[in-house]
């Protein structure tokens, strides 16, 4: 246990550390986030290069704390690790075009499940299957990578958001691992945990930088790591913690991720329904709807990592209901969230867009002055979010 404390105030200290004088260097080099698309929710210069120093303390406190002799083809995780981290870290820079990023993706998790030969050996019984062959076994895993990678990487929209669900999933795992017995792999998860709070010191709202593409990319990249290896664990190794026997490793997995997973599903189908490519970026996502609701960065933020919090206590609790009813049941819990924050924005918005309706007719009756026309390529509907938004902002000024 010492060691573990010791891993992450390592972790945390060298980030914390040393991203101030990032952020000054970042804006002498001009390395900023300038909000210069109609989709960026921020309205000041950032830098956005906090995933330099996340990943480099988290490797750092790695090479000093984990006897990569325990962890077989180690090597191979850290190279496609850096794949991913040089890819990013160029996209920050001067950009990168979407291809050029999956093939980056895909070559990082292939080193990974062939070279480091970590892949999904079995589903331990989800959907009646158990181990796998090899070629399936190895296309599930890119599979599984290329997914939390890119789901990671949507969900860095508001400030402290991914560095939350970062560490809330790497405390999760790295809890999982130290449970069954598996102390290194619980040292690296207790490593990015660290690192991750180091950098959340700087990324609260208001932001003084962001992670950019060179942290929520590894962020996702080691979130599949430990998804994968976890698995394998709980199919070969009795699990228990607090009393309770982890009968259903493929549920809680998913329900360790699930927020990011089922947010980036999301997106991707109304963006198809609407005609649009998948990848075509817009305010979709369940933070953009929170802060649609009058909520702020700070407040969304821990709405969102309560609920994944939620999410990772029920799976643990539910163990004994098996995989397939543990996962039917986490899926139409997060529907069912779903569903009500959709009702409950529409009506907001049917309320708001009646407010201004009868607010303009009233001018009309009284004054006969016709109201201005809106601004071109603005919706009635985003002019009435807009009002509410701030309404609600005034609101909450005056009840502080």
């Not at 010791?6 to 101030?20: D, E, G, N, Q, S």
């Not at 996209?91 to 892949?119: E, M």
Request: glycine share 8%; proline share 3%; with cysteine.
């Amino acid at each position: 246990m010492n060691l573990i404390i010791f891993t992450f105030i390592c972790a945390l200290l060298t980030v914390a550390l040393t991203i101030r004088p990032l952020i000054t260097i970042a804006l002498r080099k001009r390395l900023f986030d300038a909000p210069t698309e109609s989709r960026k929710i921020h309205t000041r210069i950032i830098p956005n290069l906090g995933g330099l120093a996340v990943f480099t303390g988290f490797l750092l406190t790695v090479c000093l704390f984990v006897d990569n002799t325990a962890i077989p083809r180690l090597n191979a995780i850290a190279a496609g690790g850096i794949i991913i981290y040089m890819i990013g870290l160029k996209d920050d820079i001067i950009g990168v075009d979407p291809l050029k990023k999956f093939i980056a993706q895909f070559t990082a998790a292939f080193i990974v499940s062939i070279l480091g030969d970590l892949r999904i050996m079995s589903l331990d019984g989800f959907l009646n299957i158990y181990q796998l062959s090899y070629p399936l076994s190895v296309g599930l895993t890119v599979f599984i990578f290329v997914g939390l990678i890119n789901a990671f990487n949507l969900i860095d929209g508001i400030d402290g958001l991914a560095g939350s669900m970062g560490v809330l999933m790497s405390v999760s795992f790295g809890v999982l691992f130290y449970a069954a017995g598996d102390l290194q792999w619980a040292l690296i998860a207790t490593a990015l945990a660290g690192a991750l709070i180091g950098f959340l010191f700087h990324n609260i709202s208001p932001a003084k930088i962001f992670m950019g593409d060179c942290g929520s990319l590894v962020l996702g990249f080691f979130a599949a790591v430990f998804a994968v290896h976890f698995m394998n664990l709980g199919a070969k190794t009795d699990i228990s913690l607090g009393g309770i026997h982890l009968h259903s490793v493929p549920a809680m997995t998913l329900a360790i991720v699930i927020l990011p997973v089922f947010d980036t599903l999301r997106v991707f189908a109304i963006r198809m329904a609407a005609g649009n490519s998948p990848f075509k970026a817009d305010k979709n996502h369940m933070h953009h709807r929170l802060l649609s609701l009058g909520l702020n960065h700070t407040k969304s933020t821990l709405t969102l990592f309560a609920i994944a919090a939620a999410f990772v206590t029920s799976a643990f609790l539910l163990q004994d209901i098996g995989n397939g009813q543990l996962v039917a049941t986490m899926t139409l819990g997060i529907m069912a969230l779903n569903g009500l924050l959709s009702v409950y924005l529409f009506r907001r918005r049917q309320l708001a867009e009646g407010a201004i309706a009868e607010a303009a007719e009233n001018i009309r009756q009284a004054d006969g002055i016709q109201p201005l026309p809106l601004k071109s390529g603005v919706t009635e509907s985003e002019f009435a979010e807009s009002v509410l938004r701030k309404v609600s902002s005034t609101i909450d000024i005056n009840n502080n």
